[in-house]
């Protein structure tokens, strides 16, 4: 039996709405893709992989329960070590150690439906494991400096490893013009960090010789599937777009364009 108690709103994250801590748990409001985030954080279980939550159960309220990670998750505004580089490097690492044990649970027959745009071109990108896909800093727990758990798996799905890597550069490097960046994370040696990135992944080289381009294709899917999630879902996703998502997902395609060369060899070179 999953224990009721004080009920603590967990705020910071941008879409779950109803999130609660009670005591060393944490409730999630049923979502679609539960039956394999349930599966999932099983599978994490049973391999033996520590960093992320356990899969307790559903309680009285019909609510997922989750273990509560203790630790450090980086929130707004932003703190100072936001753009630290061992940090960054521990995240690749911890996003690495995840995708392997995550590996064996291998790719789901049934896929749990996507919210996408009708008619979005499928990029040549076959999925290799369930990747995370949403490694933000709110998605990090962070322990001793280093990132001890991923949080959040509402957005598994099937992808391949480069595409892992592409999220994570996202978020970490990270991509997007300075302006919209926090500020903590404006002026980086950007091509430098997603280097670092792709070393402490491990990345194989003929994904580092594919990413950019990858990374520039997922991003212009992004403006319409974000896009299309304000219409469709409304809540947090029609918050961020009138919040100007798009016009930020716009103006980091111009980013990623101007700077293709520089991360491309970055990534790349021997
Ligand atoms: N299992 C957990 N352990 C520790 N903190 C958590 C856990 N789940 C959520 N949180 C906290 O709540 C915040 C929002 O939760 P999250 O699952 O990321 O929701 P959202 O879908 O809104 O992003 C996280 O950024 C984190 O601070
Ligand atoms: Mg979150």
Known sequence: ??????????????????????????????????????????????????????????????????????????????????????????????????????????????????????????????????????????????RDGRAYALIDFDLVRPVSRCREVVNLMLWWAPFGDDADLDPQLRGLDRSRRCRLLADAYGLAEADRRRLVELAVGLNERAWYTMKYRAEVLGGGWQRMWSEGVGDTIRRRQQWLEANADALGSAVVSG
């Open 1 to 142: 039996m999953i224990d009721d108690g004080e009920e603590i709103p967990l705020l910071g994250g941008d879409v779950t709405e109803g999130l609660v801590r009670v005591g060393d748990t944490v409730r999630r409001p049923p979502g679609e893709r539960d039956d394999l985030v349930r599966d999932v954080l099983l599978h994490l279980e049973k391999a033996g992989f520590e960093g992320a939550p356990r899969y307790l159960g559903i309680d009285s309220a019909g609510r997922h329960a989750l273990t509560y990670i203790e630790g450090e998750v980086a929130g707004r505004p932003r703190p100072g070590w936001i753009a630290d580089e061992d940090r960054m490097v521990s995240v690749a690492r911890l996003l690495r150690a995840y995708d392997d044990a995550v590996e064996s649970f291998g790719l789901p027959a049934e896929l749990p439906p996507v919210v996408e745009p009708p008619g979005l071109p499928e990029l040549n990108d076959p999925p290799e494991l369930v990747g995370h896909q949403d490694v933000t800093p709110e998605n990090v727990v962070f």
